[in-house]
């Protein structure tokens, strides 16, 4: 008798012993779906794949549907088929089938699935032969076909080729294509990746999962919010939540994943996933239906849009001290090999909407920690100061925390503190129970919280395993959203190859070493000292020395404590100009150099007397001022907005006027020049901070044209030799009148530039910045050794 007739007897017997009636939804969908685990005997089909399966199976008999199982791999079948059917025989069963029930049930399953080799493309065309062919034979119609791919990313594409030309579905059936993480290795690989996937498969056909999106607790948060909306609404915005924390802590190393690991690290093994998926459900807005896949996936887009930029100031990294030894010894490495790898993160992230202004939500992960454990936790800001009886639940944190299981607490819940609000109950699933044990949760006594958790816990893969056979997608990772979480983590991951993370001992011994602090819009550690395993490079020699360059002063160092000098060099002059005079005004030049200084000025000095200065721009582009090319809105979302700088101190130059850029008879210049007069006493600017092109070009100043056509005017209209060529800029004359004029060198690239400018003597046609040369005031060059030494 063949397999699906043995199905068809099963599913008679459990409908008799169950009196069951199948409802119109089932009776539509009705139909044999086989199920194909590529890498179906591998370590993740072994620990949750086939037990997520055998689940779907238990739960969907009687229900309308048939099925067959199909673990496939490289290996040959006599190879093959034993590793499949032990780990097929150690099934658990489900909690909600009786002891008989239950074996009459994995019998059958056992008797549905067989082992076949998948590497060729025609061992592919000959196992779906073979599955169209025992269809036709039992006369059953396919509802659709699902494929798990339980294999490196790297074998995507060729699969889903095969799958695609030798393994369709008849018409009217579905296709669903399983893919798991990692989807690439940064935003490149991501979009190759994404490409490469989308000439076999349609984007609806394809399952990117993230089984932290099956976890019972978040795939809750939505519904929590939702349900609770009457108490979140009125304090889910930066005038009551402190903080958001996201953390998924681990006990275990990385040995025997140390092929996979030390190419991915743990930013991309968690923080890029699993705790950025958590965070857009905590941020994001609720959908109005959230059964609405569509709904859910563009509000998490929208998300992703108001996320601030990630530099290197907006995390920190480490390693615990056994990881090296590992990796020399499972990568057959040599003893004075190190890998820069991190296995511990701590990443501070921003979102630019006046909801969330100012709200750090870090996320953190890190193997070789004191405990297991994962939750994210909202900690609101408390009205109430206690004067007495500090033990007063008033006096105590108001959180909420969505606890996804281990640590103290060992099952998965939902926590509000009792000094919050009562919440609704998630769902009918779900209970509150009170729980009178000696533990706490995140500084508070578990006592002192109102606790929902499920009523039966369900493992994540066994979940969203429902989820892709019901045809859900709102627990998935669609493209757009794939690309948009690796365009955001992509420019942190760059910033940090060259970084070496911090050592740690592992586990208690960690002690404080790894505690994090809030410095600004930074993140840093609290603990300051640090463990020199490595021997450094020749930067470790230099320190910030001082000289003479053409006949000016120069002050030279690394780049990072050059842009620190400069910064503290611009405050001490805007401190002393705004005691002087009460006000303090300074040029800015655009480009690419001064935004680190931007940055370092908007994160370190808060003491910068912003409400007494004028920001003037050095030079523009004639482009709209809100498009990323123009000077003034670089130096607005790099140090604008993060400070507080009246608006009517901030002056850009008049680029667009009538609905025009930069035409001669809307007289920008002149308007700009006029402006500058009527505010800057005898138009000299305090400050004026410039930069120099590769041609030798400062502000908008280029070889090879009339500087001195423009006389004694201030402000005039310049020819680029690139695109945009329109610009604007001070003339020599206004920048000469300066009291101080600082030049900002930086970069290898700029090296032959200063050796041709060191041999140059006094003024040169072909390098206007030999132009500079302030008439009472101060030069002051501030060159980084990467582009002094070369």
């Known amino acids: 008798m063949g397999k699906l007739i043995w199905g068809l007897l099963l599913f008679a017997t459990v409908c008799w012993q169950n009196c069951c009636a199948t409802d119109p939804e089932d009776t539509q969908s009705r139909g044999h779906v086989p199920v194909i685990v590529v890498g179906g005997t591998g370590d993740l089909a072994k620990k949750y794949l086939w037990q997520g399966f055998f689940q779907l199976y238990a739960n969907q008999v009687g229900k309308g549907h048939t099925f067959s199982f199909y673990g496939a791999g490289l290996s040959p079948g006599e190879k093959g088929t034993p590793l499949l059917f032990e780990i097929l025989k150690d099934l658990s069963c489900p909690l909600a089938l009786s002891a008989e029930r239950c074996a009459l049930v994995k019998e059958q399953f056992l008797r549905l699935a067989q082992y076949h080799q998948l590497k060729t493309t025609e061992q592919y065309q000959t196992l779906c032969q073979q599955m169209d062919k025992q269809l036709k034979q039992e006369g059953m119609v396919e509802a ?14 060729d699969i889903a080729e095969k799958i695609n030309t030798t393994c369709r579905p008849p018409a009217g059936a579905w296709l669903r294509v399983v893919l798991e993480k990692p989807f690439g290795h940064d935003y490149v690989s991501a979009h190759t990746l994404a ?50 924390e996201i953390v998924l802590k681990e006990t275990l190393d990385a040995k025997g994943r140390i092929q996979f690991y030390d190419q991915y690290g743990v930013i991309r093994d968690v923080l890029q996933n699993h705790l950025t998926e958590v965070m857009t459900l905590l941020t994001m807005s609720v959908p109005a239906d959230l059964d609405n896949s569509d709904e859910t996936l563009q509000n998490k887009l929208k998300l992703f849009s108001t996320l601030q930029r990630l530099n290197r100031n907006s995390a920190v990294i480490g390693q615990y001290q056994a990881y090296t030894a590992e990796v020399q010894e499972e990568l057959n490495k040599t003893k004075d090999y190190f890998s820069r790898t991190p296995t511990f993160a701590g990443v501070l992230i921003h979102i630019d909407t006046p909801q969330y202004e100012g709200i750090p939500i870090i996320l953190m992960s890190g193997k070789m920690l004191d405990e297991r454990v994962g939750y994210a936790r909202i900690l609101f800001k408390n009205d109430v100061f206690c004067v007495q009886d500090q033990s007063s639940v008033h006096c105590k944190p108001k959180q909420i925390v969505f606890y996804f299981g281990h640590g103290d607490l060992k099952y998965p819940a939902i926590l509000v503190s009792k000094n919050l609000f009562t919440p609704a109950l998630v769902e009918s699933g779900w209970n509150e129970i009170n729980e009178n044990k000696d533990i706490g949760v995140l500084g508070l006594p578990i006592k002192d919280y109102h606790i929902q958790t499920p009523v039966v816990q369900t493992e994540a893969y066994a979940e969203l395993i429902s989820h892709i056979f019901n045809g859900r ?67 470790e020699n230099f320190q910030v020395m001082q000289g003479k360059f053409r006949g000016n002063d120069m002050i030279s160092a690394w780049a990072e404590e050059l842009v620190n000098r400069l910064a503290s060099d611009l405050e001490a002059a805007a401190e002393d100009a705004v005691r002087n005079g009460g006000v303090f005004h300074v040029a800015l030049s655009g480009g690419s150099s001064p935004l680190a200084l931007f940055q370092r000025l908007a994160l370190h000095h808060y003491a910068f007397p912003w409400r007494n200065t004028h920001v003037w721009l050095a030079d523009e582009r004639c482009v709209p001022p809100t498009e990323e090319g123009s000077n003034f809105r670089s130096l ?68 090879d044209t009339k500087l001195d056509a423009h006389g004694d005017r201030l402000v005039a209209l310049t020819e680029s030799p690139v695109k945009p060529h329109q610009r604007m800029s001070l003339t020599v004359k206004a920048i000469n009148s300066a009291q101080r004029v600082s030049v900002l060198v930086m970069g290898k690239g700029k090296h032959e530039l200063l050796t041709q400018l060191s041999r140059v003597k006094g003024i040169s046609q072909k390098y206007p910045i030999t132009r500079v040369q302030p008439t009472s005031g101060t030069l002051t060059w501030y060159l980084d050794y990467d582009a002094l030494l070369g």
């Open 144 to 157: 659709g076909r699902l494929f798990y791919l339980s294999v490196p990313a790297f074998a995507y594409a």
């Open 195 to 244: 490409i490469e996937l989308s000439k076999s498969l349609k984007d609806e056909e394809m399952y990117k999962i993230d089984h932290y999106l099956g976890k019972q607790v978040v795939s809750h948060i939505l519904k929590f919010r939702k349900e609770n909306k009457e108490h979140l609404e009125p304090i889910w915005s930066t005038h009551h939540i402190e903080r958001i």
């Open 473 to 539: 997608k709102d627990c998935f990772v669609s493209t757009e959203n794939l690309l948009a979480s690796w365009s955001f983590w992509t420019p942190l991951l760059d910033s940090l190859v060259k970084e070496y993370p911090r050592p740690y001992p592992g586990g208690a011994a960690n002690g404080n070493l790894l505690n994090l602090k809030l410095r600004g819009q930074e993140l840093a550690f609290s603990n300051e000292a640090l463990v020199n395993v490595i021997k450094q490079g020749q930067e």
């Open 636 to 703: 607005h979302d790099h140090l604008l907005q993060h400070v507080r700088l009246p608006y009517f101190n901030i002056h850009p130059m008049p680029v667009q006027l009538n609905q025009r850029l930069c035409v001669e008879e809307d007289a920008g210049p002149l308007l700009y020049e006029q402006e500058i007069s009527r505010l800057v006493n005898n138009s000299c600017f305090h400050y004026v901070l410039l930069g120099v092109g590769h041609d030798g070009h400062t502000a908008s100043l280029f070889p």
